[in-house]
Nanobody, 128 residues
Framework: QVQLVESGGGLVQAGGSLRLSCATS????????MGWFRQAPGKEREFVAG????????SYADSVRGRFTISRDNAKNTVYLQVNSLKLEDTAVYYC?????????????????????WGQGTQVTVSS
């Protein structure tokens, strides 16, 4: 079992920045590929970014590439999402997710059904 707890969300003006954190406990984080997803009101959950278990490979949705950065610190059992140049359309609940991947260094995939564990989410609201 892996427990995931997101934090760092909040209310920010357009153009601002936040750093989201996902603290994990349970099994060793280094055996998991990780992903960040988000869900806006009335919309489906969408992939934002993924990172391999080593941190060496990342992937991003086109809508956030160049503005968001995913990273991880396996020693601290924490995954981060640095979100810069925020836009109104970035408003959503942001979730981190873990995929058991002890023999792969591929980044967390883009399909939510491929993940094994989810956090409860943290709200990001961007105002004009």
């Amino acid at each position: 079992q892996v427990q995931l707890v997101e934090s760092g969300g909040g209310l920010v003006q357009a153009g601002g920045s936040l750093r989201l954190s996902c603290a994990t406990s349970g099994r060793t984080l280094s055996s998991y590929a990780m992903g960040w997803f988000r869900q806006a009101p009335g919309k489906e959950r969408e992939f934002v970014a993924g990172i391999s278990r080593s941190g060496g490979t990342t992937s991003y949705a086109d809508s956030v590439r160049g503005r968001f950065t995913i990273s991880r610190d396996n020693a601290k059992n924490t995954v981060y999402l640095q979100v810069n140049s925020l836009k109104l359309e970035d408003t959503a609940v942001y979730y981190c997710a873990a995929k058991w991947a002890p023999f792969s260094d591929a980044p967390g995939p883009g399909r939510s059904v491929q993940y094994d564990y989810w956090g409860q989410g943290t709200q990001v609201t961007v105002s004009s």
